[in-house]
Structure formats: C-alpha cells, structure tokens
C-alpha cells in the first residue's frame, strides 16, 4: 500500500470515526430500535423503518470537516445502500450553517437524491436566526402548520414535529443570564395538545425537534423551556419516543414510557457536555476515538452531579 | 544574614515594581477606553458583558471565535446578523438607556450596553 492510499484510508478511518451517518430507526410492535447506518445493512423485516439525520450545516468550512457537502452526501448515499429502503427520512435541523439561501440550495440539491418517498424536516437554529425561519419556511415547510410544525401518520404511528428554534430570547427571561433553552411557545403547545387528543393510548408516538427535549446540560442551553409540559400530553401514550438533533453526539434516555435520543451530526462532532469551555466543534478528532464514535458501545455521560443512563444500540 | 541596607534595598526594589506594574496596569485601562469601544466576542462569551458609553457613542463588535455570532438587541433596535470569525459590526448609540443583547445562535450568550 502505497503511502498515499494508507493516507488516504486513514482519513477515510477518522471521517468514519465522527462523520455519524445516521440511523436507521426500525418499528417493531410500536417498540423503536436504532441501529447505526451503514452500507448495506440487514434488519430483520417487519413494521418499517425509517432514518433520521441531523446537523448538516451545510455551508460549515472549518476544522474538522472542510467539506460537509461531501459528507452529507455520504450519509444519503449510505441511506441509498440500505437494503430495504426506508420509508421516509427525518433531518431534525441544521440543515444549513448560516441560513443562506445558497446553503439552502445546496442541501435540498443532495438530499433530493436520497431515495425515500419523503423527507421531514425541523428547523434548526442555524437555519432561522438571520430571518425567523422565513427562508427555512419558503423551502422546506411545506405543508406544516403554524411557524412550521406538522404531524403525520404512518402504519399507526404518530409522527410530530415541533419547532423549538425560534423566539429563543423571549423564553429566555430578560437581561443577562437567561437559559438560552429552545422555546416551543403557547401557540404550539396549544396545537399539539389538540392533536394528540383523538389518538388512541395504545399509539406509538414518535416527537422530532433540534433541540433536545429533555435537559442535558444548561450551561450550554442543551434543553427546552416548557418541553415538560410538551410530555404531558403524552403521558397517557404507551410508548413515545423523542429524537433530537443540536448536540451532534448520541445520547439516549429513558424515563417511564419515554425514550429520549439524539443522532449524531453529518458535519462534525461536539464534546460531550462539560468537556470543553464552549460547545463549539471538536477540532482535532484523535484516531484513538475511531471506535467510541462508531458507536459501538460507549456512551457514558455523568453532568455536574446528575448522571443519564445513556445507552447506545449498534449493528 | 539580612542587613538593614540589604533590607532597604530589597523594600525599595518592591516599591518600584509594585508602582511600576500599578502604574501600567492604569495606563493600559486608560488606552482601552479611549479606543473606539470595542467588545470582542470570544469563547462565547461578550467581553466586557458590559460597557457603559456616552449618548452617540459608537461601539464595534468584533468576532474572535471560529463560531459564528450574532450581537442582536433583545428589543431588536440593533442587529449585526451573521459575524463569522474575524467580521466586525459597529452602531451607535443615540439614546441613554440600557440595552441588552445576546447571540442569535447562542442565546445564552447576553451582555449590555449602558449609555448615559
């Protein structure tokens, strides 16, 4: 192997090792289990299966990833290899780095080519803090209600998506120090009250939103205001399950009839909460981490004091 | 053993270095201030988190993270949009009040503008 190609693999080897993919989400029996992306994997079939994606800030041009295009492109080409084709895709936000209607373009231009009937979208706060989301909107909120949430039904599963990225001040309190946590808003909370209202308790339900809706750490605003109200509306449901993108690592909890998950980025990773003084990207991506990332096994988050169980399914 | 020279020495030496060290500390205040009022955004945090002006003063926005940032006013009277790394963004502040601001992209990032 020439020095070149083992260069070549050992870039190839450290992409893999941050560059999450996504994840193939399979329902069994109203019961969700994730499995990491990879090319051509088999799942047992039954139910259906669909891939959530997450964090492509496309338009992102620094350490550790100078090409998030290429890998964005990546993961729907892995979407492309799977065997069974998914039924419909979920890219929970940041979509785009700076909301720029080229960046925008860009995006749509590449995950047209992912090959599922539709994909759903929730907007990011890097998609909607130049303009309040009225580009994201114009783009991709077709068919969604109010500044962008929606619901839809697929084999007796019910899907909603919840906008926690605009109005991220006004929640916040005034002055300095405010929480800086995702805001979903009266309007909304009022919406989705109404629309779980006829379903049945037996429904599986499946919540996607960018911000993580249960709190993972406050002191970087990894969490939403009045998201415990969200819950309780779904509290009666016997099995919910909330996947969440923002903090570009996986990250799962369980809480009674609650299953909390984040995916990771398409475009780079960030330190797990606490490791870093700021929650910007992790620059410098070790080789040693290859396997952690990979998700094979290994997330253990212990925050300041309060420890999540956090479990991670692999292939 | 100390003498009582050696002693005067030693405490005059201090003297001179803890005056010397008060007095540039002074001096390098007093440059900063009278330089165009400045806030550097960095490590995700606004620095100084507050700054007090003159009424028609202009203050200028710096952004030293690889982050983008925004400085928007919470009463949306000012806004830098999008400050990628390197990219500055002044206004000026006609009116006495307080303003406060934050970063659009990190809310938890607030500081304030105090103009008399």
């Known amino acids: 192997m020439s020095e070149q190609d083992q260069m070549k693999r050992r870039s190839f080897l450290k992409c893999m090792a941050w560059g999450g993919t996504g994840l193939v989400w399979a329902m069994n029996g109203g019961v969700l289990s994730a499995n990491e992306l990879l090319a051509g994997s088999k799942r047992k079939a039954a139910g259906f299966s669909f891939v959530q994606i997450s964090d492509s800030h496309i338009g992102f041009n620094k350490d550790p990833n100078h090409d998030v295009t290429k890998t964005l492109q990546e993961a729907v080409d892995k979407i492309n290899a799977l065997e069974e084709q998914p039924a419909f895709v979920i890219h929970t936000g940041d979509i785009t780095h700076l909301a720029t209607p080229a960046q925008f373009d860009t995006a749509a231009q590449i995950l047209k080519s992912a090959r599922a009937s539709q994909i759903y979208y929730v907007p990011g706060e890097h998609d909607v803090f130049t303009d309040d989301g009225k580009l994201y909107l114009e783009r991709f909120g077709r068919g969604t209600q109010g500044q962008g949430w929606q619901s839809f039904d697929y084999n007796g599963v019910h899907f909603i998506g919840l906008i926690n990225v605009l109005n991220l001040k006004q929640g916040s309190g005034t002055g300095l120090g405010g929480s800086g946590f995702g805001q979903l808003g009266q309007e909304q909370l009022a919406w989705l009250q109404k629309d779980v209202k006829g379903l049945s308790g037996s429904t599986p339900i499946v919540v996607f939103a960018h911000i993580p809706l249960w709190t993972i750490y406050p002191d970087w605003s990894w969490g939403t205001d009045e998201s415990e109200q969200a819950l309780s509306y779904l509290k009666r449901f016997g099995s919910v399950t909330v996947l969440n993108g923002h903090i570009h690592q996986v990250m799962q909890k369980v809480e009674g009839n609650v299953t909390f998950h984040t995916a990771r980025s398409t475009a780079y990773p960030q330190p797990a909460p606490g490791t870093a003084p700021a929650p910007g990207p992790i620059k410098d991506v070790p080789a040693d981490k290859l396997r952690s990332t990979l998700g094979l096994t290994d997330i253990n988050y212990i925050a300041k004091g309060s420890q999540l169980a956090v479990v991670d399914d692999t292939l | ?116």
């Open chain 2, 1 to 116: 053993m100390l003498t009582k020279r050696n002693l005067l020495f030693a405490l005059t030496l201090a003297l001179i270095v803890v005056g010397f060290t008060a007095y540039s500390r002074g001096a390098h205040a007093h440059i900063a201030s009278i330089d165009a009022n400045e806030i550097v955004i960095q490590n995700f945090a606004f620095v100084p988190s507050t700054l007090t002006i003159k009424a028609g003063e202009k203050v200028t926005w710096v952004n030293r993270d690889d982050e983008p940032h925004t400085a928007t006013a919470n009463d949306k009277s000012f806004n830098s949009k999008t400050l990628e790394n390197g990219e500055r963004f002044s206004t000026e502040f006609r009116k006495p009040g307080t303003y406060q601001y934050y970063c659009a992209l990190h809310p938890k990032m607030t500081a304030q503008i105090i103009v008399k």
